[in-house]
């Protein structure tokens, strides 16, 4: 059941925006129990929607500012709900919880209503959505409360984390560690631009076992990149770039056996690859096929024999190009600019 408090517009003077009117014709299709919208149609007699059972417009600019549903017999059966780049303000309902056949949920404004933010008290409801499987949030306030992370670890089906944007505040490690029914399903993650406290970073590393790709863009975390990788065995492609991290790249890195794509661009890294290379003996084979440590990293010459792609620029690199460089078989993309190398790439 959606529950979002307004006001009927069955005599609203304003005509709707056809994308709106389109969104909430495409909104109930997706109920199982959707005849007592009998208004909500596409005949040209009622086209409006803002006159439309439930819906109330805004006189000036024509959005569509309140839905109220909750007299209604919608059915329970909703598993697809989509409210992002909305103009929402207020604090999430724990309501949402009750939806249980939700498989996919999107909150939040993002770029568009740089004003909007939505707040969570608490994120325990998300537990309780038991088909849910992506979830993408963005501009979302959670600096009220310090589950979100437990929250997300044990809502069991969840596959697809999205969240962009967020304010997050330090996270309670210590109920982190007494989780044991976490889970498994997680399989893609991606935060960018959020503000997350570098305490939380281990924890996001060991969400799921069966990561494929993660992604950690724009949260200018800082601090050293945790040794936190060596149980992330699935994982194919990692983003850490824009982030501050400083100091040496961690061991258990290299242990990433099906790793192809590797993005520490934009960071404050120093030493050499050679963690990677060492840890990689084990390997059957090295995948990585995508390397990009440009601009700020001082890192070491050591390259890849998979490398597709190689990104290296704006470092603090000096000295003759690597002979190796010009005998990589399947290097496709080479970036060296800003540097200060010299010589040819082969003879």
Known sequence: MVVLVGKGGSDSPVQCIESERQALLSFKQGLESSNSL?????NSSQEDCCSWEGISCDNKTNHVIELDLSAYQLGIRLTYLNLAQNPMTGTIPSQLGNLTSLSFLGLGSAYLYPNSTLIVSNFRWISRLSSLQN???????????SDWLQSVKITRSLTSLDMEECEFSEVDTSSLSRITNSSNSLKSIYMESNTIHP????????LSSNLVDLTLMGNQIGG???NSF??????ASLDLSFNGFEGEIPKSLGTLCNLNRLDLSHNKISGSLDNLLESQVNCPKNSTKILKLSDHNQLGRSV???LEELDLH?????GPLPYSLGQLPKLRVLHLENNLLSGPLCN
């Not at 009998?38 to 596409?42: A, D, F, G, H, Q």
């Not at 060596?230 to 994982?235: F, G």
């Not at 704006?314 to 000096?318: E, Q, T």
């Open 38 to 42: 009998s208004s909500w149609t596409s």
């Open 135 to 145: 979830l993408r949030l963005s501009t979302v306030d959670f600096t009220a409360t």
């Open 199 to 206: 305490t939380a970073i281990p924890w996001l590393l060991n």
């Open 224 to 226: 050293p990149l945790p």
């Open 230 to 235: 060596v149980n992330m065995t699935s994982l």
């Open 304 to 306: 890849f024999p998979a």
């Open 314 to 318: 704006d470092n603090l690199l000096k």
